[in-house]
């Protein structure tokens, strides 16, 4: 009796032990478990106030890294020569140069996933944008530039990969272009819509943002140019009117920016490119020294000290080397480097300072642009004295003593091109020059690495075209036709 | 358990009565198996008090000699048993000895984790790793050491540095996104994975590693990947009341192994560099037979001049940038008691110099161990304390887990790189620039530091109480410490010092990191036997909690004098451009709460039925699904309890058991790509545009994110021939994970390449078979081999939908093939009339055009080996000890960048050393070879998928009792001396340093040394 009562006893205290385990464990359980994130912030509370939505608009231009567009729109074409260092596991964009990529390199990945990461953020905002609270009128007047201005940056990414990855490099109505992701689906597997339906979209977005933003020079909520303004998505038409060939669209709004924002000087050129003016810049992407992409590093690689990409002799043959002040702006020569095997001459342009090297801001809009946009549109109006007074206007704000000429229909086509290929070298605007107007890309024997004999990309090759990256060909199959050849 | 019964033996024969005084007498006695009864062969039986007494017990077990007539103490040691000792009182002349077997013998007691058991009473497939072929090994971290010991487990050394931890499987791998390492506890604390360098093992008394449902289902959620249970020493109260001290003393040296590179000399370089003609190499710019150098007698005089004057210069960069390195360590271990307390003490000192230079670890370690039982209350405290500090090579990171992570970087940054890219005719005294690899790495040695300094604590204290004699009360608390300060440094005015990003005048970097991880264990134990039945329940709950944070800084603009301290820094201005770059976070941060119930029953010896039944309950997990409900079932039956095997003449012993369980990998949840902590939430972190505050999206969020679960059955039999001499074991498992965590790859357009999700199914099924046999067994000579083989087949049966998921560039997983399968653009040789590379087209075409869109998966070609074996050998001669250890690998590719590099005639590539084989590159028309002519860009192909498979002898030990006279005994009891060699014969088909790696690349890893050494261990 006396064993199995106290086994009895026993049996009651492991019951109450184990019963009040469990009630403890359940009500310290939930709460216990529900850790709350410190580093980060949950996607649920990040937006509570305008200013939150301003941080996340400011992250949306944070992760723009226009850098690899401009990589994508210049090695390949015949800006660059390949610094001869820049080779093996060390060497950046070789592939690219030599017209030998893959699509699952990153010089092709890149600037595809990298927009469509900007165009998810911006997506993101515009989600929560409408639920946030405004206490004030200039709350709800901030709140309406912030969302154009994501407006805007969608729009404008979405003509980056247009651009890049369009399936016909000249406009064709018909032909595919790129998803335009409005949404933040994550399991979308969206296919390729065609120029028309994509560029429908495109222009509404662009619309909407341009009726908030009208022709502010400067973005409403920095007050500076390294946000989009009203004047930038007047470029940004105008830009998208010269590669759908809507030239009279072209020519009005190029005209627009061109009445606003006038060309920098003689005076002022040299000083946009050492960060000392902001003449005729509409819009720059900002780089500090806390960013991690930085234009320079596409041409030079400080951690190693290699060049990776030298200016081709082609383009520095095209420059009056003493009264063009572009010369001096984007190229330099130094004797020295040919001791370490590198070629004497460099890029300038992103080069950066002492200490501070390869920083440089991004230009994605210059008035510059606008010249040589609206000179187009007129000459394909038929305008050639238009264009031409445009490319002289254009010529006598960069040559020291420039004397006027005069153009015919034929020689002004070339002189567009070649201006357009001095004026914007390195914006990542050659390489869609040349395939928006169906040419050739030719580069002199002299720029070519030895062994190697091939000078001319033509539209038949499959390197004329940019690949859909393999990676999203892999994980969304809806995406297919590759482009051509591919 | 043994332990305790030994010693309960020795006070039962202390408590005899004693009689007669000195004077000599023959001892008789007979050696018997415990459970067995039979008689035992080959045992020493030495007195402790009279050196030189003794004798072997022959073929009855028996054994006599002559000793004086007092108290004795002998000491009694035989292969395969536990050691013991047997107090003779004055007056007996017999003496009976009874030995419990150890090994694979039924009634060792193994530590099951919660719980321990006699082998007998298990369920579940548990494998004893042998700690004899372990004990002198000379390496830093413990995971390493386990490869080829136990069937089923492989060990991939991601790299030769010192104290570099391995990636661990047990039973093929069963996740995809990573965390595949089983669960490690020390002593009831789990503790970090990848990070043992500061762990001392000659401190562990037993590691135990768990591999089916039945004995990994108590861990429930962190049982999926298999439990490795580590036991540390524990102390002994001697019969004489002394305290045992012990000093081990080891030295010896690394050693480069470079038998397989095969890199140009400086003739074999130019003669290859006349082959490529490209100007910018001496080979073809000062060539007799370019045609630059013939337009006059001056211009070919110069370069017949360059050129002798290069052939001069042949720099072997293996031996400038490796060396030979010392290793010594020193161990002093302390043990003893009195009464019911008992303690350990050991400390250590390792310095470990790695191959490459400034490289190496340094440990102390400090372990303590106390136990103390006073009435119904026994508590252990273990304290271990240590430090280590690991000096790494640049670029040579931490290795973690995973397919596409590991150390050797592809960059002249790396030393070891630059080993395969150095020209052999640049010299080492030349000035580092861009491209001078050999001399960049030499500059990189003298003017950077990498350094981590760890400090680590485990400590546990285990409280039981007892209630009743079928009841006690236990409860466990302890914990997991580390502590990492990063150190490092690029001297300002060195060729790397001024290139960094930053002010281009060196840095100075210094971070710290904290990891806290504890957990309590408490509940209730009941244990019953009635009759011939027996009933062990266990009632616990548990929280395993972990937090931890870093902090650090990275300055600019460094004083050349004082470049390894934060004062060298220059203070960042809004000019200078030394701004430094801040970190820091407070991660990792979870929580795991858990209910457990273990339930035992055993009818006799015959039957035993086991289950476990665990919730755990995870802050890693949404809401939705923070819960889960693990379980297991297992049956054991020892046959040879059976009245009809009464009269069998095979056995020695027979058991077949069997279990099937659900276990998850909590472990996973760490994995996650995005997030170790909230891989399920939609999260934002800080990042500034102009200088502005901003906040950016870093992963995109799941609720539906869920726990990854594996089902896994197991049948095993374990049977004993000849009397114990043969020893075998055979497990059958297949395990089944569902669920698996994957990063589903989404569209790019959504903004994130993948999206962390639960689907799909991984099935691992194979067969274990051990073999153990004495060969040779008699009084001089034991000789004991031993064998264990594996295979495993891998399939992934199902990715949720998907066809495909990309894990890098080399390797893939799609249903049907092996996890991490290869997939490649197959390479069909070189063109004879062109010397192009041909490929294959998806469709099996021959194409001179590469696209990564003609990459195939390659079947059967996968990282993970399906076969992995072990052959041990132990060879007990007089007073000589030999143990062996040699493990191999079969079925295991890996792509290698070296191998890449080094075959490619791409002028991109010509700036590199190259392999000698490709003296045989394609030079003219018809030329048969299988390297592309110059001009051609190489791309990674099938060509660069390569077999690891090895056969390596990784350890002999041989040691020697050396003989004491009589005078020396009275100081020291024993003294022995051994020899030890670690890595030392590899046979391969691998070019390069060594095969082994924790993942699917071959990099420019750390090189695997060879080690020698040579020590001493005393007993006073």
Request: a negative charge; charged letters at 25%; hydrophobic letters at 25%.
């Given at each position: 009796m006396y064993f199995n009562r106290t086994n009895n006893l026993i049996m009651t205290k492991v019951k109450n032990f184990g019963i009040f385990a469990l009630i403890l464990f359940a009500c310290s359980c939930n709460k216990q478990l529900n850790i709350m994130p410190t580093d980060q912030i949950d996607g649920s509370v990040v937006f509570n106030n305008i200013s939150d939505l301003n941080k996340g608009v400011l992250g949306v231009y944070a992760d723009m890294n226009e850098e690899y567009f401009l990589q994508l729109g210049s090695i390949p074409a015949d800006e660059c020569r390949i610094g001869p260092a820049n080779n093996g596991a060390n060497g950046n964009a070789q592939s690219l140069f030599d017209w030998a990529e893959s699509s699952g390199d990153l010089t092709v990945t890149n600037p595809w996933s990298n927009a469509y990461q900007a165009i998810y953020q911006a997506n993101k905002v515009l989600a929560a944008i409408d639920k946030v609270p405004v206490s004030s009128s200039g709350d709800s007047i901030q709140k309406a530039y912030l969302k154009a201005e994501l407006l805007g940056i969608r729009a404008f990414e979405h003509f980056q990969l247009y651009r890049a990855y369009a399936y016909s490099p000249m406009y064709n109505a018909g032909a595919l272009a790129v998803p335009y992701v409005t949404n933040t689906d994550i399991n979308a597997k969206p296919s390729r819509p065609t120029s028309t339906v994509f560029f429908n979209s495109l222009v509404q977005d662009v619309k909407s943002a341009a009726a908030v933003l009208g022709n502010s020079a400067n973005n409403p909520v920095s007050g500076d140019n390294t946000r989009l303004s009203g004047l930038a998505l007047m470029a940004l038409q105008a830009r998208i009117a010269l590669y759908c060939t809507n030239w009279l669209l072209a020519d009005s709004m190029a005209t627009l920016v061109i009445n606003n924002a006038p060309l920098a000087t003689i005076e002022q050129f040299p000083q946009i490119w050492e960060g000392q003016s902001n003449a005729e810049m509409i819009f720059k992407l900002k780089r500090t020294n806390q960013s991690t992409v930085r234009p320079g590093d596409v041409f030079y690689n400080v951690p190693f000290g290699l060049v990776y990409f030298a200016p081709s002799q082609k383009l520095l043959q095209l420059y009056d080397t003493v009264n063009d002040v572009r010369y001096a702006s984007y190229f330099a020569t130094y004797d020295s480097l040919t001791q370490s095997g590198e070629l004497p001459w460099v890029v300038k342009k992103y080069a950066g300072s002492a200490g501070a090297q390869n920083i440089a801001d991004v230009p994605v809009f210059r008035t510059a642009e606008m010249y040589l946009i609206r000179a187009e549109a007129l000459m394909k109006l038929g305008n050639v004295a238009g264009a031409g007074n445009d490319i002289n206007t254009l010529r006598a704000a960069r040559i020291n003593s420039y004397k006027k000429k005069t153009f015919d229909a034929a020689s002004i086509q070339d002189a567009i091109m070649s201006e357009r290929y001095k004026e914007l070298?390195?914006?990542?605007h050659r390489f869609y020059d040349l395939r928006r107007t169906g040419l050739n890309v030719v580069r002199n024997t002299s720029d070519l690495p030895s062994g190697f004999t091939n000078t001319t990309l033509a539209p038949g090759d499959m390197y004329y075209y940019i690949p859909i990256p393999q990676a999203e060909v892999l994980a969304n199959p809806n995406i297919n036709p590759n482009n051509p050849g591919w | 358990m043994i332990n305790c019964r030994s010693i309960a033996l020795s006070l039962l024969l202390l408590v005899l009565p004693a009689m007669l005084k000195a004077a000599d007498k023959m001892l008789h006695g007979k050696v018997k198996e415990k459970q067995t009864g039979h008689a035992v062969e080959g045992v020493f039986i030495t007195v402790k008090e009279v050196p030189g007494a003794g004798a072997m017990s022959d073929s009855l077990g028996a054994f006599e000699f002559s000793v004086p007539d007092t108290a004795l103490t002998l000491n009694i040691s035989g292969i395969n048993y536990k050691p013991i000792q047997v107090m003779v009182k004055a007056g007996d002349n017999n003496v009976s000895i009874e030995l419990s077997a150890e090994g694979h013998q039924m009634n060792e007691v193994v530590v099951t984790g919660y719980t321990k058991q006699t082998r007998n009473k298990t369920t579940g497939s548990i494998s004893s790793v042998s700690m004899s072929s372990i004990e002198n090994s000379p390496v830093g971290s413990l995971d390493v050491m386990l490869q080829g010991q136990v069937p089923g487990i492989y060990v991939g050394t991601p790299t030769g540095q010192p104290g570099e931890a391995g990636r661990v499987t047990l039973r093929g791998l069963g996740s995809i996104n990573g965390d595949t390492n089983p669960l490690y506890i020390l002593d009831g604390v789990p503790i970090a994975p990848y990070s043992y360098a500061a762990l001392n093992p000659d401190d562990f008394e037993s590691v135990t590693v768990l591999k089916d449902a039945a004995s990994t289902g108590q861990y429930g959620s962190r049982g999926a990947n298999g439990v490795i249970v580590i036991t540390s020493k524990k102390g002994k109260p001697n019969s004489d009341g002394k305290t045992h001290v012990s000093f081990k003393t080891q030295m010896g040296v690394s050693e480069v192994n470079a038998s397989h590179v095969n890199l140009m000399n400086t003739d074999q370089a130019l003669a290859y560099q006349d082959v490529l003609k490209n100007p910018a190499l001496p080979g073809w710019e000062y060539a007799a037979d370019n045609p630059a150098n013939q337009v006059s007698a001056t211009a070919a005089a110069h370069a017949a001049h360059e050129l002798d004057s290069i052939k001069k210069i042949n720099t072997n960069w293996t031996k400038v940038l490796l060396h030979n390195a010392p290793t010594q360590s020193y161990d002093l271990n302390l043990d003893g008691g009195k009464g019911n307390t008992a303690f350990y003490i050991s400390g250590q000192y390792l310095n470990q110099q790695g191959i490459a230079l400034n490289s190496g670890l340094k440990r102390y370690s400090l372990n303590t161990k106390i136990e103390n039982t006073s009435g119904r209350l026994k508590s252990t405290l273990t304290l271990g304390l240590a430090t280590a500090t690991i000096n790494f090579i640049q670029d040579e990171g931490v290795a973690t887990s995973g397919a596409t992570v590991g150390g050797g970087g592809i960059s002249s940054l790396n030393p070891i790189a630059s080993i395969y890219y150095a020209m052999p005719y640049t010299t080492p005294t030349s000035t580092p620039g861009p491209g001078n690899f050999g001399a960049d790495a030499l500059s990189i040695y003298n003017n950077s530091l990498r350094q981590d300094k760890q400090f680590k604590s485990i400590a546990s204290l285990n409280e039981s109480y007892t209630i009743t004699d079928n009841l006690s009360l236990n409860l466990t608390m302890g914990y997991d410490y580390q502590t990492d300060q990063f150190t490092q440094y690029f001297t300002p005015d060195s060729y790397l010092g001024m290139q960094q990003a930053n002010g281009q005048q060196g840095s100075y970097q210094d971070s710290l990191s904290h990891r806290f991880a504890y957990v309590i264990t408490g509940g209730l134990r009941y244990d019953k036997q009635w009759g011939k039945n027996e009933l062990e329940a266990n009632l616990l709950t548990e929280e395993d909690r972990t937090i931890g944070g870093a902090f650090g800084y990275t300055g600019y603009g460094i004083n050349g004098q004082l470049y390894n301290t934060p004062a060298g820094i220059t203070q960042g201005t809004q000019t200078n451009n030394f701004i430094p770059v801040l970190s820091g976070n407070t991660a990792p941060n979870n929580i795991l709460l858990s209910e457990i119930a273990l339930l035992r029953y055993s009818f006799q010896e015959k039957y035993t039925l086991t289950g476990s039944l665990r919730e755990d309950g995870s802050s890693q997990a949404p809401v939705a699904n923070r819960y889960k409900t693990f379980y297991s079932v297992g049956g054991g039956w020892n046959v040879m309890q059976e009245d009809f095997m009464k009269h069998n003449k095979i056995f020695s012993y027979l058991r077949v058991r069997g279990s099937y369980g659900l276990t998850g990998n909590a472990g996973g949840f760490m994995a996650d790509a995005y997030s170790p902590d909230f891989g399920y939430r939609n999260l934002y972190v800080p990042t500034n545009y102009n200088g502005l505050n901003a906040v950016v999206p870093v992963t995109p969020g799941n609720p539906n994110y869920n726990w990854e679960v594996s089902h896994q059955s197991d049948l095993g039999a374990e049977a004993g021939f000849l009397k114990g001499r043969v020893r075998t074991e055979l497990d059958l498992y297949n395990r089944l994970t569902t669920g698996l965590f994957l990063n589903q790859n989404t569209s790019l357009t959504t903004g994130f390449p993948f999206i962390s999700d639960n689907a799909g199914t991984i099935r691992n099924r194979g067969v274990e078979i051990m073999l153990q046999g004495d060969v040779i067994k008699n009084k001089a000579l034991t000789l004991t081999l031993g064998a264990n083989l594996a295979y495993n087949q891998n399939t992934v049966m199902s990715l949720g939908g998907q066809s495909e998921i990309f894990t890098d560039q080399a390797t893939m997983n799609l249903p049907g093939y092996a996890l991490g399968t290869f997939y490649a653009v197959r390479f069909a040789g070189v063109d004879p009339k062109t010397g192009a590379p041909l490929y294959l087209d998806k469709n099996g075409n021959v194409t001179s055009v590469y696209n990564v869109a003609n990459a195939v998966p390659m079947k059967g070609k996968t990282y993970d080996p399906p076969w992995k074996g072990g052959v041990t050998l132990s060879l007990k001669y007089k007073r000589f000890d030999v143990s062996v250890l040699v493990s191999l690998i079969r079925g295991m590719y890996r792509m290698s960048y070296p191998y890449f590099y080094s075959h490619s005639a791409d002028p991109n590539n010509q700036q590199y050393n190259q392999s000698a084989d490709m003296l045989a590159v394609w030079q003219k028309v018809g030329d048969k070879s299988p390297f592309a002519g110059a001009g051609y860009t190489s791309y990674l192909t099938s060509q660069d998928i390569i077999s690891s498979d090895y056969i390596k002898l990784r350890n002999v030990n041989i040691s020697y009792n050396v003989p004491l006279r009589d005078k020396a005994m009275r100081y020291v009891s024993s003294l022995q001396v051994f020899a030890n060699g670690q890595n030392l014969l590899t046979i391969m088909k691998w070019q390069g340093f060594d095969p082994e790696d924790a993942n699917d690349i071959a990099q420019y890893e750390y090189p695997m040394p060879r080690i020698f050494t040579g020590g001493v261990k005393i007993v006073f």
């Open positions: 070298a390195y914006e990542g | -």
